[in-house]
DNA sequence: TGGGGCCTGTACCGATTGGTACAGTCACGA
DNA sequence: TCGTGACTGTACCAATCGGTACAGGCCCCA
């Protein structure tokens, strides 16, 4: 008997059963990755964790790079997230929108995911096709709001752009600094620092 | 007939031939790792693209897993060197220590080994022992010498050393921006812009 | 002219990998 | 009640992995 197994495994969208149960696969192995590594993935080790064979992650993704696309696709999409919420309060100033963004990265809970950033960047840097998209917004996507904030501040266009450039690197050189060393005193007196020069004295 | 192969290799001296030899392949090694990544490494291509057997390869370090720690220690060793030649210089101001410091790191034949250098702390931060080491000196290591070029110009101990974690990581992630969008002009004017807040208008 | 120790290549091993074949199960519509 | 089709577990495949056994080649000293 001919069926037609593996082939058409459903489109994604999300209104069908098919893409709820693939939806909830792919969160669950976004939250192993994120505490596990992607670097060492296996599919029957992913399974075992989220509680399926690794034949069904064969056939709802089809094969383990596209389920690695979509991991990293949600991965991404959970950082987006934490961007949205940035803007939807129009009436912060520069330094309070930093102080945010730097609270929410370093919430601890969030480490997992952090660590997965850094590890998808050198996975992206070295070329692995399904980390490079995560290059493309990764200074642009974060840029725009951020240079949004410093025009509002009254920046001109170019410096506003050279600013919100020179933040998102510091914050994510703190970052690194803070996962390597858990000196979360340390880093958070860096990071004023940098606000009282940024800013200026308070 | 019983022979003592492959069991003490040597003690790694750079004295006998034996060290020579191997040292010229963990150096082989180091180049063939900053050009291609670590994360999928193998024995087998590692030595047809180096010029052995992977058997040799075993023979030489004992096992991939030493290997790859002498590959993180070489690696970790031309950083800094880097950083000692920063130091031969103690009548530099900060500034031009940080000017020195960025012309150096964002050399484009230096790409490779920077690229390793954000792959190996991904890698750290995932407790992958041959890199944990990494996570050591990441911080620590670079900063003694920007703390000395910061109390050397005047700023008390605690700000001094506040100042210099600051310059650490906003370099750090300005490379990371670098490296990702290849965008050399925006993060140049990005650095400018850093140096005029760190060290004042000019 | 042997012969003992290193050096190195070939062939192999068990383990693990991503992926496939196939059959069994279950729900649902005729 | 039957059967069709989607879902899922078991068993398997070829490829590749790190590591080992073994033997031939080479050099040096007697």
């Not at 969208?13 to 069908?16: E, G, I, K, R």
């Not at 987006?80 to 949205?84: C, Y």
């Given at each position: 008997m001919v069926t037609t197994d593996d082939l058409p495994p459903g489109d994604g969208?999300?209104?069908?059963a098919h893409g709820d149960r693939r939806a909830r696969l792919v969160d669950a192995?976004?939250?192993?990755?994120?505490?596990?590594?992607?670097?060492?993935?296996?599919?029957?080790?992913?399974?075992?964790?989220i509680g399926v064979s690794h034949r069904m992650l064969i056939h709802y993704f089809g094969s383990k790079e596209q389920l690695l696309v979509e991991i990293v696709r949600t991965s991404e999409r959970r950082q987006?997230?934490?961007?949205?919420r940035l803007r939807q309060e129009p009436g912060?100033?520069?330094a309070d929108v930093a102080r945010s963004l730097w609270q929410r990265l370093t919430d601890p809970g969030l480490a997992g995911q952090e660590r997965l950033f850094f590890e998808l960047c050198g996975h992206a840097l070295r070329g692995r096709p399904e980390a490079v998209p995560v290059l493309d917004g990764l200074v642009t996507d974060w840029l725009e709001p951020l240079v949004d904030a410093e025009t509002a501040a009254g920046a001109d266009p170019v410096t506003a752009r050279n600013r919100a450039r020179l933040g998102l690197a510091t914050v994510r050189g703190l970052l690194l600094d803070l996962l390597a060393t858990g000196d979360r005193a340390g880093v958070d007196a860096a990071m004023e620092e940098f606000l009282r020069l940024y800013y200026g004295a308070q």
């Open positions: 969208s999300a209104h069908d192995a976004v939250d192993h990755v994120a505490a596990h590594g992607i670097a060492d993935l296996s599919l029957r080790r992913l399974g075992a964790a987006r997230d934490l961007l949205s912060l100033s520069p």
